[in-house]
C-alpha cells in the first residue's frame, strides 16, 4: 500500500495567516493526490484534485501543489471557517489511502 | 445538486454481517462516468477507503478487507450498498458513501459525500 504522511499532525494559526501542510507519499504517484476538509460532526469535503486544482467553488485561498512524492498544501489569510482538518489522498494505486490528517486550531 | 443519504442499522453483533444502503438523488446511478464508493472513519486509525462499485458490475476493493465485503447496486431504487460479514469491534467507525467521477481515469477522487452512519458492533 502507499503510506501518506502529512505534516504536521496539528497546527495552532490566527486570522488572516498563511498556513501550510505537507503530504509525503511512499512512493511516487505523479499528481493523483486529492485535499479534503473536514469539520466536526461532518463529512469530508473536496478541495483540490489532481495536486493543484481547485474545485469549482472553493475560495482561492486554497491552493496545492506538488508531484512525485512531496505535496503542499497552502491556505492564504486563514478565516474563521478555516479551522478544522485536512486530509491528503492518493489515488495512485488501489488501495486508496489517506494521510493522518493536520488539524488546524485557532491560536 | 447530487446528495447522498446512508442508512442501515447503527449496531451490529460480533461475527454478524454489516448492511448498510446509500441512497442517491441529483445523479443517476447508471451514469457510466461514475464509480459508487464507501469509505470508513475510526476514531483512531484515520479514513479506510472500503472499495467502489460501478453499475455496469465492475467492483474494487480494499484488499484488507476483500474477504468480507461485497458492494453492489440497485438500479431500479437508485441505491447502492456494502455488506461487510464476520465484523468485529475493529469495524466499529462511521461509515461514508460517496460519489466518484473518475470512473474514466481509473477512479479515486470523491466529489460528494453522505453525511455518515455511526456503526458501533458489540454485543
Known amino acids: 500500500d502507499i503510506q501518506m504522511t502529512q505534516s504536521p499532525s496539528s497546527l495552532s494559526a490566527s486570522v488572516g495567516d498563511r498556513v501550510t501542510i505537507t503530504c509525503q507519499a511512499s512512493q511516487d504517484i505523479s499528481n493523483y493526490l486529492n485535499w479534503y476538509q473536514q469539520k466536526p460532526g461532518g463529512a469530508p469535503k473536496l478541495l483540490i484534485y489532481?495536486?493543484?486544482s481547485l474545485v469549482r467553488g472553493v475560495p482561492s485561498r486554497f491552493s496545492g501543489s506538488g508531484s512525485g512524492t512531496t505535496f503542499i498544501f497552502t491556505i492564504i489569510n486563514l478565516q474563521p471557517e478555516d479551522f478544522a482538518t485536512y486530509y491528503c489522498q492518493q489515488q495512485d494505486k488501489i488501495p486508496i489511502t489517506f494521510g493522518q490528517g493536520t488539524k488546524l486550531e485557532l491560536k | 445538486q447530487v446528495q447522498l443519504q446512508e442508512s442501515g442499522p447503527r449496531l451490529v453483533r460480533p461475527s454478524q454481517t454489516l448492511s448498510l444502503t446509500c441512497s442517491v438523488s441529483?445523479?443517476?446511478?447508471?451514469?457510466?462516468?461514475?464509480?459508487w464508493s464507501w469509505i470508513r472513519q475510526h476514531p483512531e486509525r484515520g479514513l479506510e477507503w472500503i472499495g467502489f462499485v460501478h453499475y455496469s458490475g465492475i467492483t474494487y476493493y480494499n484488499p484488507s478487507l476483500k474477504s468480507r465485503v461485497v458492494i453492489s447496486v440497485d438500479t431500479s431504487k437508485n441505491q447502492f450498498s456494502l455488506r461487510l460479514n464476520s465484523v468485529t469491534a475493529a469495524d466499529t467507525a462511521v461509515y461514508y458513501c460517496?460519489?466518484?467521477?473518475?470512473?474514466?481515469?481509473?477512479?479515486?477522487?470523491?466529489?460528494?459525500w453522505g453525511q455518515g452512519i455511526p456503526v458501533t458492533v458489540s454485543s
Open positions: 441529483g445523479d443517476s446511478i447508471t451514469n457510466g462516468d461514475n464509480y
Open positions: 460517496e460519489r466518484d467521477p473518475t470512473m474514466a481515469t481509473a477512479g479515486g477522487r470523491f466529489d460528494y
Open positions: 489532481d495536486a493543484s
